[in-house]
């Protein structure tokens, strides 16, 4: 096993369950947080058998995400067969229980994919380790189970149900509308890193406590907990934590559907690490935990299954520190060489059947494109960017990607698909060479004036994975992250529902 090197922060492009079995060491990480990708604010009408379209709508976007499909049973059969004792007795066992009780479908297909990331997670744990898991209600439950039998029958104790408490506007019929989450936190063991923090008492509270008997021992608690050279009077933080959702202008703000707000993983990470501490994440998402970490001067190790993530997550933390931190930052699993790249290609499994797309668009436009990830409805397009063409206007490109045969005629409809979509530039990335009558065609689609520029471009410009690999080919328009960010809003049929 090749392990990551403890003081390069790491990014991994791949399934958390391979990068977790085969690069990070036992008992190397001090805090792992997770935000799995279902956080779903829906009903499972399986189990509840709700009758109403926007349950039954929600729960069918859950059987999406997750099937009861060969992975799921192989996963079910490791669990089963538990060999060399990997997991705890009462973890197999659960499993084993719920399979009657929920049936073979997508919420046991969940828990099956959890059980076997976390307890790789409580290996990679030191035994001073911390363990957050954020999750909604509507599976809180089941997951509460699970972790109580993979950490309590080792040592291991539950300490908090945080509930995050958000002000979010819905209303919803016959039922109070749900603005909170849930996030558990564990310890591998009865020793564990842990800093209380404080949240400011108000003056008004104190005057109404004064004089209290009942109240009197924790006011004086209170004052003595001041830190701010009795400016403020404090109180150690309590489990109900209200942070407001990130707002749609904010600076911080990805475009990424389940990011969370950089204040709450700053208190998970400053409660349980110090600095220079390793902090994991395994479905790093939009790269939150990352970011936090790194401006908390904790080392990292990010995981994510989509090359979209990864890209956003390089992409955010360029705006944030400058290119330069993308030298400092191990990247693993992207492709490297020809050989990588067809076997990204050739991938069957359903869950990645469009990262060779994602990654060949991203890297050739320097993360600043944006992905059509709706199934069946790309009409020949597969992602889309802008280009400055003034000082307040901008023009789109759009791509296509062909890891299969291509011959003239494919040209020929791309170019047909550029017009219809409005764009001045397409651009044709094909795994395999151009062929002449391929070049002619995109020839015969004229040039394009960039008046900014004052220079021409092709209209249809045809790139091989061989030229953004060995040549290092990338898009060079004149492009910026604002211009992209403005442009995002009249493209939101075409954003891609990041998990």
């Given at each position: 096993m090749s392990a990551t090197p403890l003081d390069k922060n790491t990014l991994y492009y791949g399934d958390n369950l391979d990068v977790l079995r085969k690069y990070i060491k036992d008992e190397t990480v001090d805090l792992c947080y997770i935000d799995p990708p279902f956080n779903s604010k829906r009903n499972y009408n399986q189990i509840y058998n709700n009758v109403g379209a926007e349950d039954r709508a929600q729960a069918q976007a859950f059987v999406d995400t997750w099937e009861w499909d060969m992975l799921a049973k192989a996963g079910y059969r490791e669990l089963l067969a538990n060999a060399q004792g990997r997991f705890a007795p009462k973890t197999v066992d659960l499993i084993k229980g719920l399979n009657p009780v929920l049936g073979e479908g997508s919420l046991l297909a969940y828990l099956v994919s959890m059980a076997l990331r976390i307890n790789e997670i409580h290996r990679t744990l030191k035994p001073t380790g911390s363990f957050y898991l954020h999750c909604d209600p509507t599976a809180s439950h089941y997951l509460k189970l699970l972790l109580d039998s993979l950490f309590l029958?080792?040592?291991?104790?539950?300490?908090?149900?945080?509930?995050?408490?958000?002000?979010?506007?819905?209303?919803?019929q016959n039922q109070f509308p749900g603005n909170h989450d849930t996030i558990f936190f564990y310890t591998k063991s009865h020793i564990s890193t842990f800093h209380t923090l404080f949240t400011p008492v108000s003056e008004g509270t104190m005057k109404r406590w004064k004089g209290k008997k009942q109240q009197a021992v924790f006011v004086e608690g209170v004052r003595k907990a001041t830190s701010v050279e009795g400016d403020e009077s404090q109180t150690p933080m309590a489990d109900w934590w209200d942070v407001s959702i990130i707002n749609p202008a904010a600076k911080e703000r990805m475009g990424y559907p389940t990011q969370k707000p950089e204040?709450?993983?700053e208190r998970i990470i400053a409660a349980s690490t110090n600095e220079g501490d390793l902090v994991l994440d395994a479905y790093c998402g939009c790269g939150t935990t990352v970011a936090v970490a790194e401006r908390l001067n904790r080392r990292w190790i990010g995981v994510d299954i989509t090359y979209q993530s990864i890209s956003l997550i390089l992409h955010r933390l360029e705006g944030q520190y400058g290119s330069a931190i993308t030298d400092s930052i191990i990247l693993d699993g992207i492709p490297r060489d020809m050989e990588s790249a067809r076997a990204l290609a050739r991938k069957k499994d359903d869950r990645v059947r469009k990262e060779f797309e994602k990654w060949a668009i991203l890297t050739y436009s320097n993360n600043r494109a944006v992905i059509n990830d709706k199934k069946g409805a790309d009409k020949g397009i597969d992602g889309i960017a802008y280009f400055l063409v003034g000082k307040e206007d901008n023009a789109k490109i759009v791509f296509q990607v062909k890891s299969?045969?291509?011959e003239r005629g494919d040209i020929a409809k791309f170019d047909h698909d550029r017009q219809r979509e409005g764009a001045e530039m397409g651009v044709f990335i094909t795994l395999n060479k151009a062929t002449k009558a391929m070049k002619d065609e995109a020839n015969a689609a004229d040039m394009y004036k960039h008046d900014l520029m004052d220079r021409?471009?092709?209209?249809?410009?045809?790139?091989?994975?061989?030229?953004?690999?060995?040549?290092?080919?990338?898009?060079?328009?004149?492009?910026?992250r604002e211009v992209l960010k403005k442009a995002q809003a009249s493209v939101n049929e075409m954003q891609p529902e990041l998990l």
């Open positions: 029958p080792r040592g291991g104790l539950y300490r908090n149900e945080i509930v995050w408490a958000y002000r979010k506007w819905s209303v919803k204040a709450l993983l299969g045969k291509v021409f471009y092709n209209r249809i410009q045809i790139v091989t994975i061989e030229d953004i690999i060995e040549r290092g080919a990338r898009l060079d328009v004149p492009m910026s």
